[in-house]
C-alpha cells in the first residue's frame, strides 16, 4: 500500500501555482487572505493534530472555491426567479451582480430616452437603441419637408432607411379650446337667455348658466364633425421614410415634433431583420429569455457580507468531510502492528450530506424570505397590526399624545 498523504500543518496559498480547479477568485485579495485561514478552520473542525487528515491544501482550496460559487449560484438563482418577469425581453450584454433591479430596469419600450430637444440639438445625448424625439420648424405656407435634412450630427448623412419614423405629432387644435374662447363667444347660442337673466353686463367669457355635462361633449362634438366635413382635416403623408407633406397648407410658424428608431442594416444595404430598433438586441442569443441566460456571473467574494462567508465556511467544512469520507472509503482499513484499524468514512460521508442539504434548505429558506412577494406580503401584515393597534407581539400598543 503506498504511503497516504497528510496535511502537513500549514498552507501557502500566494506560493501555488494553481490553487485552484478554475481560479474564479484567485485575484480576489479578500479571497487570497481568507483561503488560508478556512483550510486551517476546516482541518481543525476535522480533528487536527490530534488525528491525521488525508487532505492536501489544494483539496481544501478547491472546497472554499465550491462553496462560493455554490453560494452565489444559490443566492443568483432566486433573484432571476424573482425578477425574471422584469429581465425577459432585455440585453444579456451586461452582468447583473450589482444592479438594482426594478419596475423600470433596462428601459424597452416604455421608458424612453429623448436624447436632447432637437435632431439639431447636437447627438451628444442620443441613444441609437430607443425613441428619440425631434422636431423642425413649420413655415407659413410650406408643405413639404425633409426630414433627413434636419437631422443633427448623431445620424446625419444617414440612408433613409437607417431611421424609422415612428409618430408624427400633427393634430387639430383641440375642441375645448374654441368652445371656451373668451374673446370669440361660446357658440351656445344661450347669450339671449343671459341677456334676459341680467347677465349680459358681464364678460362674455363668464358664462353662469349651468349646463348639464352632456351638453358640453355634444358641442365639442359638433365641432370636431364640423372640421372634418367642411375643412381640409389634419393629416399628414411620409414618402420613402423622408419626405413629410402635411395636410392642410400652414397658415402660421410653428413647431413640429416627432418620433424615431434608428434602423439596423445588413452589409448590402437592407434592414436587419434580426436587430430589435429599440433594444438594439441582434438575435434570441442576445436577448433574456429564461433562468439559463440571465447574466449573472461568479459573486465578487469581497463583497460577500459576514452572514454569507459563515456560510460559505460551513459548506467547506461539508465538502471536505464528503472529500475525507471518500479517501479514507478507498482504504477502509489501515494496517497497524498486530491488528488493522477500520477507518471513518461512512460516518463522513453521512455526516458530509446531512450538513450540505441543511446548509441548501437554510440558505433557501432565507433567500424566500426576501423575494418582492414575501417582502410586500410582511409589509401588509405589519401595516394591518398596526391598523388594528396590535404590535409584532399581538399587544395591544397604548399611544400617549
Known sequence: MSKIPIWPGSSS?????????????????????????????????????????????????????????????????????????????????????????????????????????????????????????????????????????????????????????????????????RYFDPYAGTGTGIQSLMQTFGFGNYSPGVNFMLMPMYFDVLKLQAIELNDTIRKSAYHFEIQNNRYLKLFPIPTRDYKLHFEYTQTFLTDDGNEDPTVNALTGTTSSLSTITDLSNAPYENPTYSFINAPGKQWIRRYSLALAKEMLGSVRGKYQALPIPGDTATLDYGRLLAEAEKEKADLITQLREDLNATTTLAQLERKSSENMNLREGLGYEDRYQIFIH
Open 13 to 177: 496559498f500566494n506560493s501555488v501555482e494553481q490553487p485552484t480547479p478554475f481560479g474564479f477568485y484567485d485575484d480576489d485579495n479578500d479571497f487570497r487572505n481568507d483561503a488560508d485561514k478556512v483550510a486551517n478552520y476546516v482541518v481543525q473542525r476535522l480533528g487536527y493534530p490530534l488525528v491525521d487528515i488525508e487532505l492536501q491544501d489544494i483539496n481544501l482550496y478547491s472546497c472554499f472555491e465550491e462553496a462560493v460559487s455554490e453560494y452565489g449560484g444559490q443566492v443568483y438563482n432566486y433573484q432571476i426567479i424573482n425578477n425574471l418577469i422584469t429581465l425577459k425581453g432585455k440585453s444579456t450584454g451586461s452582468a447583473l451582480n450589482q444592479i438594482n433591479i426594478d419596475s423600470s430596469y433596462g428601459g424597452g419600450t416604455d421608458n424612453y430616452s429623448g436624447g436632447g430637444s432637437s435632431y439639431g440639438g447636437g447627438g451628444s445625448g442620443l441613444d441609437p437603441f430607443q425613441l428619440q424625439t425631434g422636431s423642425l420648424d413649420v413655415k407659413l405656407g410650406v408643405q413639404r419637408y425633409d426630414l433627413l435634412a434636419n437631422i443633427g450630427s448623431t445620424i446625419s448623412g444617414s440612408a433613409p432607411e437607417s431611421i424609422t419614423i415612428q409618430k408624427i405629432y400633427h393634430y387639430a387644435p383641440a375642441a375645448i379650446n
